[in-house]
């Protein structure tokens, strides 16, 4: 017992050491080598992956907007990221449901139309090729020159993936977006600045008197603080201009016998061509868009009466001479009854001396101000209830259209995750 007393102070002393000596080792084998990726955290989506030698596919059971050039973090079992590799190619089932988002705001939500499966690699956007979406108002032709993004659950493709120490694949998702250059100013070494001597500075050192103030009848040692102004509520920022009456797409051109022949104005014969498609149409046979068309072959196709996407039938055809009030011959007339199945409006007359056609179809333009932001035109039909816009974070949708009132009820959504507002617009 007398042995402790005296060497309490060296047992103390060893004791210590011993701690110091655990704490150093932890500190260098427990952390890890790769400092840990903060803006890379694991994005959370449900996946399958395939291997095969230096690819891996992988499948997604949730929709995400990854394209080719986007990345794929590696990560290690702590979450530090290993390697990223770029998304090589993606890959669309036919027929498969996803939404198309343009590079100016449109959202077409549907289901493709293309026969066969679509894939992009990382040069798509230089390809001259098109895609169709049919969604619930009829179908839409999408140049690639025109498309930002899909947003599905397409499969993508890329190369030589990397297991982490563990031998496992750890996946993240995570895109960096682009951040300000910082203010050089802000890297300057901040200066401690003398503060200013008291106004009501005193002879006294051991005691400086506060300054008094007279507020509304009362004494205080302090002036009120200025209100806090609220913060100014952001305008919807959606204005109607325009209900038009659109001309007829189809404009019937000649005819060789009982067959007609119509001009479609939305579809060029070639790209960068400035000449119309003509297509030669059959009385009685239901046509529809012609979605995967080369260069040069009709815009128009023949089809069944019960496809849901048919667009147009000529009923009935006829050639009659009509007397020339100018010259006071005769000259050969084509009349044409069409039915068309989109517009929903009764069977209507197309003739050759038309030079423009009016079916009912209205175009409705809007414009989008918001303050700081430069602003956006949209134009859709009576057709396209619900269809969408992307302004800056922003979503608009349509959610009723009312021709006869020339008026429209839109829906907004942002900037805020949970803020939305509705507003009947109406055209002064």
Request: charged share 25%; proline share 5%.
């Amino acid at each position: 017992m007398n042995n402790v007393k005296e060497n309490y102070e060296k047992l103390l002393l060893v004791l210590l050491l011993a701690i110091l000596i655990v704490l150093v080792c932890v500190s260098f084998l427990g952390d890890p080598d790769v400092p840990v990726d903060q803006t890379n955290k694991d994005l959370v989506l449900p996946y399958e992956m395939e291997v095969k030698g230096n690819t891996m596919v992988i499948e997604f059971s949730g929709s995400h907007s990854l394209m080719p050039g986007s990345s794929v973090s590696f990560l290690e079992s702590n979450g530090s990221v290993s390697s990223k590799k770029t998304i090589r190619e993606i890959i669309i089932q036919r027929r498969a449901k996803t939404s198309v988002v343009l590079k100016d705001g449109t959202i077409f939500e549907g289901r493709l139309g293309n026969q066969d499966e679509i894939r992009l690699n990382t040069e798509w956007q230089n390809e001259r090729n098109n895609i169709s979406i049919t969604h619930s108002k009829g179908t839409q032709t999408v140049l690639y020159d025109d498309l930002s993004h899909f947003v599905g659950n397409h499969t993508v493709v890329l190369d030589n993936p990397e297991k982490n120490s563990d031998g496992d694949y750890k996946l993240s998702f995570y895109q960096n977006k682009e951040y300000l250059k910082l203010d050089e100013s802000l890297l300057e070494r901040p200066k401690w600045l003398q503060t200013p001597a008291d106004a009501n500075a005193s002879i006294y050192d051991l005691f400086t008197p506060p300054i008094i103030y007279l507020v509304e009848g009362k004494l205080s040692t302090s002036l009120p603080e200025d209100p806090i102004p609220e913060a100014k509520k952001e305008s919807f920022g959606m204005e109607l201009i325009k209900f038009s009456n659109e001309p007829y797409a189809f404009k019937l051109v000649s005819w060789i016998g009982n067959t007609p022949y119509f001009e479609d104005s939305n579809t060029k014969k070639t790209p960068g061509s400035d000449e119309n498609m003509r297509n030669r149409l059959e009385v009685g046979v239901p046509y529809k868009q012609a979605i995967t068309r080369k260069p040069g072959q009709p815009s128009l196709i023949a089809t069944e009466i019960d496809d849901e996407e048919k667009l147009l039938t000529v009923e009935y055809f006829t050639v009659e001479q009509i007397k020339d009030p100018k010259t006071g011959g005769y000259k050969n007339v084509g009349r044409a009854l069409v039915k068309d199945h989109k517009l929903g409006v009764k069977s209507f007359e197309i003739n050759s001396l038309m030079q423009e056609v009016y079916a009912g179809n209205v175009k409705i333009e809007v414009r989008l101000t918001l303050e700081d932001l430069e602003g956006k035109t949209f134009s859709f039909s009576t057709d396209d209830v619900g269809i969408s816009f992307d302004f800056s974070e922003r979503i608009y949708s349509v959610l009723e259209i009312n021709e006869e009132a020339k008026s429209i009820l839109v829906r907004k959504k942002g900037p805020l995750p949970d803020e939305q507002q509705e507003l009947l617009l109406v055209l002064p």
